[in-house]
C-alpha cells in the first residue's frame, strides 16, 4: 500500500527537530508541499532548502499571531491546506510535581496545550476551504501510561487526546482529527528531559525493559504513523488515538 500525498500542502509545527523533520521528509518522499515551522528558523530552514516543494516559517506554536500567520502563508504559497501536524511540543526537566514551579507548569501547557488548540483553531478553516482535510496531533503514550517525574508533561499529552476526540466529532466528516501516542524516542526531546546530549544507558535500559518490542521509537515510526492517519487509506478513522509504542502500554 503506497501512500501518496502529491500536490497535497501539509503543514508540520516543530519539523526542524526529531520526530517532525523525519515526518516531513517522508511527506516530502510522497509528493507533498511541505511548511516546515519551527521557532528555530536556522533549523527550518536547511530542511525545507533540501526537501524538492518546501517552505520555511519560523512559528512560535504559543503564539496565535504567529500560528494565524503560518496557515496564512501555507495557503498563499501552496494554494490551500490538506494536512495540519501539530507536532511540537517539549518535556519538563524529570521532577516530582511537588518541586514545580508555575512558571514551568504555565510553559508546558502553553507549549504542549494551547500550541494544539491554535493549530486546530487556525487550521479547520482553511482545511475546509479546501473542502475536506486532516489533522494529526502529536500526543504521548506517557498520557494513558504516566511514569513518575513528568507528571505535568503526562497532563498536557492527555489533554491533547481528549482535544483530538472531541474536536473529531465536532468538525467530522469534512475534517478528520487522529493522535499518535509516541513512546520514549532519542531526540533532541531526551536532552530536554535530562540535560543529557543522549539517553543515559540506565535510564535506556529501564525504559526498553517496558516495552516488549524490545526498543525505543524511531522518528520513522512516527512518521509511518502519521502518514497513515493522514492518508486516503485512513478515510473511516477519526479521534484514533495511535499507540506507536511497541506495546508499551499492554500492561
Ligand atoms: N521523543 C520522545 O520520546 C517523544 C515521545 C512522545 C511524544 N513526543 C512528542 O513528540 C513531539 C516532537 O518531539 P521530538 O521528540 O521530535 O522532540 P525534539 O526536541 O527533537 O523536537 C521538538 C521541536 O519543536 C520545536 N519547538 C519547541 N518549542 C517550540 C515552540 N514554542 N514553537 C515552535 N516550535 C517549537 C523545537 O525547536 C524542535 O525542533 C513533541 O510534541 C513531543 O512531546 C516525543
Given at each position: 500500500?503506497?501512500?501518496?500525498?502529491?500536490d497535497?500542502?501539509?503543514?508540520?509545527?516543530?519539523a526542524?527537530?526529531?520526530?517532525?523533520?523525519?515526518?516531513?521528509?517522508?511527506f516530502?518522499?510522497?509528493?507533498?508541499?511541505?511548511?516546515?515551522?519551527?521557532?528555530n528558523t536556522?533549523g527550518?530552514?536547511?530542511?525545507?532548502?533540501?526537501?524538492?516543494?518546501?517552505?520555511a516559517?519560523t512559528?512560535?506554536?504559543?503564539?496565535e499571531?504567529?500560528?494565524?500567520?503560518?496557515?496564512?502563508t501555507?495557503?498563499s504559497a501552496?494554494g490551500g491546506?490538506?494536512?495540519?501536524?501539530?507536532?511540537?511540543?517539549?518535556p519538563?526537566?524529570?521532577s516530582?510535581?511537588v518541586d514545580?514551579?508555575?512558571?514551568?507548569?504555565d510553559?508546558q501547557?502553553a507549549?504542549?496545550?494551547?500550541s494544539?488548540?491554535?493549530?486546530?483553531?487556525?487550521?479547520v478553516p482553511?482545511?475546509?476551504?479546501?473542502?475536506?482535510?486532516?489533522?494529526?496531533?502529536?500526543?504521548?503514550i506517557?498520557?494513558?501510561?504516566?511514569?513518575?517525574?513528568?507528571?505535568?508533561?503526562?497532563?498536557t499529552?492527555?489533554?491533547?487526546?481528549?482535544?483530538?476526540?472531541?474536536?473529531?466529532?465536532?468538525?467530522?466528516?469534512?475534517?478528520?482529527?487522529?493522535a499518535?501516542n509516541?513512546?520514549?524516542?532519542?531526540?533532541?526531546f531526551?536532552?530536554?528531559?535530562?540535560?543529557a546530549?543522549?539517553l543515559?544507558d540506565?535510564?535506556?535500559?529501564?525504559?526498553?525493559?517496558?516495552?516488549p518490542?524490545?526498543?525505543t521509537?524511531?522518528?520513522q515510526?512516527?512518521?509511518?504513523?502519521?502518514l497513515?492517519?493522514?492518508?486516503?487509506?485512513?478515510?473511516?478513522?477519526?479521534g484514533v488515538?495511535l499507540?506507536?509504542?511497541?506495546?508499551?502500554?499492554?500492561?
Open positions: 500500500m503506497e501512500l501518496s500525498f502529491k497535497k500542502v501539509v503543514v508540520i509545527t516543530g526542524a527537530g526529531g520526530f517532525g523533520s523525519v515526518t516531513a521528509r517522508a516530502a518522499d510522497a509528493g507533498a508541499h511541505v511548511v516546515v515551522s519551527d521557532i536556522a527550518a530552514e536547511k530542511l525545507a532548502a533540501e526537501l524538492p516543494s518546501a517552505i516559517v512559528t512560535d506554536v504559543t503564539e499571531d504567529a500560528v494565524r500567520d503560518l496557515i496564512a501555507a495557503e501552496f491546506l490538506d494536512v495540519m501536524v501539530n507536532n511540537a511540543g517539549v519538563h526537566r524529570s516530582a510535581l514545580l514551579d508555575v512558571e514551568t507548569v510553559q501547557l507549549v504542549n496545550v494551547r494544539v488548540f491554535l493549530g486546530c483553531k487556525h487550521a482553511a482545511l475546509r476551504r479546501r473542502g475536506r482535510g486532516v489533522i494529526v496531533n502529536i500526543a504521548s506517557a498520557a494513558k501510561r504516566p511514569r513518575p517525574g513528568l507528571t505535568i508533561y503526562n497532563a499529552k492527555g489533554a491533547v487526546i481528549t482535544m483530538t476526540r472531541g474536536l473529531a466529532t465536532e468538525v467530522a466528516p469534512d475534517v478528520r482529527v487522529n499518535v509516541p513512546v520514549i524516542s532519542e531526540t533532541g531526551v536532552k530536554s528531559l535530562t540535560g546530549d543522549a543515559p540506565e535510564l535506556r535500559t529501564n525504559w526498553v525493559s517496558g516495552i518490542m524490545a526498543r521509537a524511531t522518528p515510526d512516527v512518521a509511518n504513523s502519521v497513515f492517519l493522514a492518508s486516503d487509506q485512513a478515510g473511516f478513522l477519526t488515538c499507540d506507536v509504542d511497541g506495546g508499551r502500554s499492554i500492561q
